[in-house]
Nanobody, 115 residues
Framework: QVQLVESGGGLVQAGGSLRLSCVAS????????MGWYRQAPGKQRELVAT???????DYAASARGRFIISRDNAKNTVYLQMYALKPEDTAVYYC?????????WGQGTQVTVPS
């Protein structure tokens, strides 16, 4: 079993920055994908960014150029550094880990950017 715990969300003014962290624990495989998804009120959950344990990265178009995903494999931790935040970035951000056919989610952390 795998557990994911996110932290770092909050309220930030438009144009500001936030850094999200997610720590994974349990049975972690040497190869996996970790990433961030978000869900705004009334909308479906959507991809923000993913990173493999070997460092391959994928960004959603909305995140490219403003967000940076990184990870520390030794700490089983993934980060999402967000810059130039916009009101449309307001959502619950979920950490995800995918490995060996399993797909695991954190409880989510709220990011609010007032308009």
């Amino acid at each position: 079993q795998v557990q994911l715990v996110e932290s770092g969300g909050g309220l930030v003014q438009a144009g500001g920055s936030l850094r999200l962290s997610c720590v994974a624990s349990g049975r972690i495989f040497s190869f996996n994908y970790m990433g961030w998804y978000r869900q705004a009120p009334g909308k479906q959950r959507e991809l923000v960014a993913t990173i493999t344990s070997s460092g391959s990265i994928d960004y959603a178009a909305s995140a490219r150029g403003r967000f940076i995903i990184s990870r520390d494999n030794a700490k089983n931790t993934v980060y999402l550094q967000m810059y130039a935040l916009k009101p449309e970035d307001t959502a619950v951000y979920y950490c995800n880990l995918a490995q060996g056919g399993g797909n695991y989610w954190g409880q989510g952390t709220q990011v609010t950017v007032p308009s």
